[in-house]
């Protein structure tokens, strides 16, 4: 089972840009359809998209032409671009690997290889 862990995340002005960097190990990655989730505080856990191990992508519509899901198997990493942020962004957002894409869909830890978390705070 691969191992994921997040990084990239920080303090970013409204409009400004960050880009979240999921890097994986221990396991076949090429195989795995990665998603990213956000949980702002006192709000459920949501979708922002997924990319599959074939390289489609899938967005929530609130994040759609601000936010890009990449991959790059030959580093074994998930990229979250994220351009026009604003604050209700704010969140700890969370990469998650499954091969199959239903399992990544759940959106609960145990459902997939989830990795720790990063914090993005979107504030003037």
């Known amino acids: 089972q691969v191992h994921l862990e997040e990084s990239g995340g920080g303090l970013v002005h409204p409009g400004g840009s960050l880009r979240l960097s999921c890097a994986g190990s221990?396991?076949?990655?090429?195989?795995?359809?990665v998603g990213w989730y956000r949980q702002a505080p006192g709000k459920s856990r949501e979708l922002v998209g997924y990319?599959?191990?074939?390289?489609?992508?899938i967005y929530e519509d609130s994040v759609k032409g601000r936010f890009t899901i990449s991959r790059d198997n030959s580093k074994k990493t998930v990229y979250l671009q994220m351009d026009r942020l604003n604050v209700n962004d704010t969140a700890v957002y969370y990469c998650?690997?499954?091969?199959?894409?239903?399992?990544?869909?759940?959106?609960?830890?145990?459902?997939?290889?989830w990795g720790q978390g990063t914090q993005v705070t979107v504030s003037s």
């Open positions: 221990g396991g076949a990655f090429t195989r795995y359809s």
């Open positions: 998650v690997g499954a091969v199959n894409i239903a399992t990544l869909l759940v959106g609960q830890p145990g459902y997939g290889s």
């Open positions: 990319i599959t191990d074939g390289g489609s992508t």
